[in-house]
């Protein structure tokens, strides 16, 4: 084994240094956001029921964003995700669905099937899967039949209902690789699984996270637009004030729809819109062919392009991206794209062969996949608690977290469960840096260090347990003397 670093080891030491900030862009995009004490700002406190995901279309979220192996940077200024639509379906697949706390017999569950297949530390390659079924989603299927059984049956799951028969989906892999911090090729494969002809809709999708709704007077709202439309390559332009500029290279000649990141007032509360273009304009756009809904101007703070295709039976069908910071690169998808793409997926395969090097084929892929999962729930956790109470309604009983109001969390942090659990608990925390602290030592420490600085870390001494209630003093006492140890 030689001593030279590695290519992803240089890339650490060199984000370490700051001479390159490799870890500005990663998997940061929770896989739910609706549904948590963020967005809670009903007066009883009863976040599944404030904004269920039947709402999470329509509705802008405050403190975060969500959506399908989405991408984003540190601060979850600008997003990026896929929608898809099978033509069977009521909605777009935006977001991944499951059950809430009170609809599920056993709490919470998510109700699709996804894998997180590689990833590296510094987020230069990253790979998941996500199985999409072709006829409609049993939304209220999962519902009815999970309420009807009590704590003592089993879960019924998505695969029970039938919809995978007959190898009846489409794989979608999805796949990341910079070619430079700042430059991070995009390309999804889609596989029909069944034995016939199938559509799809894919739309990726960019947009900004909504910080102007709630800080008018300090924020400026950020745009995207139509930079040029060529005869193979389109390119977007996001202009954020904080973030900069940056472009996103479309392959192809797909439509492209541009709306706002707003609340769609007139489906939630019954209120006339602001504007034309909401949040989930392009589910009315796309599927039920309402042509006003998006903005002909082509412009606004949330885009898509609208990707179509009929796929053979076991056909396959690639779209590919580029987001980076450079408006004129004069051939995004040419034999580069090809080369780097294929360069980061071998120089993950030296970086893990290096950290255990003696393990047989079989257990290395298991663990290499089991890091993978570690890797893609570090989650930006965005939380003022401050500010938070400050929405909530004056003649609501006492709020949860109302004695922790020097809180203020804006950070990449690892989380449990990206969708079941997209919040930090410290003690999870302090069991998921172990294994972390194998491949990417620095943001181990760094995240136990987070949890004891002031804006953590409480006035009387006490680490902040969980979103639900940080002052919970009954954690697993084993946690708590494992973060001691570390």
Known sequence: MTDELTAEEKRLSEDRDRTAYWRRWGSYLSDRQWGTVREDYSEDGSAWAYLPHDQARSRAYRWGEDGIAGLCDNHQRLCFSIALWNEQDPILKERLFGLSGEEGNHGE???????????????????????????????AE????????????????????????????????????KAAPEDILIQFTVINRSSELQPLHLLPTLWFRNTWSWQAESQEKPSLKVLSAGDLVQVLEADHSALGTRWLYYEGLP?????????????????????????????????HHQKSAVNPAQVGTKAAAHYVQTIEPNGTWVVRLRLCDSADLP???????????????????????????????????????AFAGMLWSKQFYHYVVEDWLKGKSPTSPQPRNSDWTHLISEDVLSVPDTWEYPWFATWDLAFQVIPLAIIDPDFAKQQLLRLTREWYMHPNGQIPAYEWDFGDVNPPVHAWSSLARL
Not at 156 to 175: A, H, N, Q, S
């Open 142 to 177: 999962l519902v009815e039949e999970n309420q009807r059984r009590d704590r003592s049956a089993s879960e019924y799951e998505l695969l029970d209902t039938g919809i995978f028969d007959d190898d009846r989906y489409f794989d979608v892999l999805i796949e990341y690789a």
């Open 331 to 369: 051939d995004p998808f040419g034999a580069e794209f090809e080369q780097v793409m294929g360069d980061r997926i071998c120089e993950a395969d030296r970086f893990y062969q290096r950290i255990t090097p003696n393990l047989p084929l079989e257990e290395s892929q298991i663990q290499r996949q």
């Open 255 to 287: 439509e492209l729809l541009f709306t706002e990141n707003e609340t769609n007032t007139e489906r939630i509360f019954g209120q006339e819109n602001r504007s034309p273009y909401v949040k989930d304009s392009f589910d009315n756009y796309v599927i």
């Open 109 to 139: 569950d998510v109700k699709e099937y996804y894998f997180y297949l590689d990833n590296l530390p510094s987020h230069a390659y990253m790979k998941a899967l996500y199985k999409y079924p072709q006829q409609a989603f049993p939304y």
